[in-house]
């Protein structure tokens, strides 16, 4: 796979070195500019042009529609078949998966102008990014996120910036947890509140046993970006 392949920007995310070798991540950028029934979205199939479509803002379906492309690219690189060609089901989560044998586990997310990409043969991943907008009112949503030690570890923080931006790399940590886990935000096997990934490690999260089989680490992420990947151990 190349970028001459693909009508987005899509680079490989480099991964702290206790990463699994099996797991690999890539960010896509978006590009707003091109319309979602334009050739480049050619590999997408009836359906996902169908869900595309019922998007009321453009940049809705774009965001929708330049990650689906970019995982019909990254998969078929990765099987070896043909990126318009591929088949997708879900589980009865809803959590989609490859229908082949032996397809690689993937999950993906997007915020903003940005998407990410994660795929591994050998375990369950989850990925998530998040634009940390600094007039979100993230106190708004903290109880149904932080976890006590997760409270403890951001009010101890200096200044309100500092805090929202500990708050979206909390965020972003649980969701990929959460997605490898199959449920994501509001899903009835854990809730967010109830386990902790604070406090964090370099980029590493403690996550305790509350949170299941899972490593979350912290992803280098664009600016004014959070990003964080998931994977069962």
């Not at 689906?68 to 959590?95: P, Q, S």
Request: aromatic share 10%; proline share 6%.
């Amino acid at each position: 796979m190349t970028e001459a392949t693909i009508p987005f920007g899509i680079a490989p995310v480099p991964l702290p070195a206790d990463t699994p070798a099996d797991v690999h991540v890539w960010r896509v950028q978006i590009d707003f500019s091109v319309p979602i029934d334009g050739a480049p979205y050619a590999v997408m199939n009836a359906s996902e042009r169908a869900r595309a479509a019922r998007f009321l803002r453009h940049a809705d379906a774009a965001r929708f529609g330049a990650v689906r492309c970019a995982l019909r690219h990254v998969l078929a690189a990765a099987t070896g078949g043909d990126a318009a060609g591929l088949v997708f089901d879900a589980d009865d989560r809803g959590r989609p998966f490859l229908a082949q044998p032996d397809a690689p586990d993937f999950n993906v997310s997007h915020s903003g102008a940005y998407g990410l990409i994660a795929v591994s043969r050998a375990r369950r991943v989850g990925t998530d990014i998040e634009e940390a907008r600094a007039t979100f009112q993230w106190r708004e949503l903290a109880p149904a996120v932080l976890a006590d030690s997760d409270r403890r570890e951001i009010d101890a923080l200096p200044d309100e910036s500092a805090r929202s931006a500990a708050f979206f790399d909390c965020w972003t940590a649980k969701e990929a947890v959460l997605k490898a886990h199959g449920d994501g935000i509001g899903g009835g096997a854990i809730a967010m509140d109830r386990f902790p990934v604070l406090p964090r490690d370099g980029v590493r999260y403690a996550l305790t046993r509350d949170a299941g089989v899972f490593e979350a680490v912290a992803l280098h992420a664009p600016a004014g970006y959070a990003a964080a990947l998931a994977w069962s151990y």
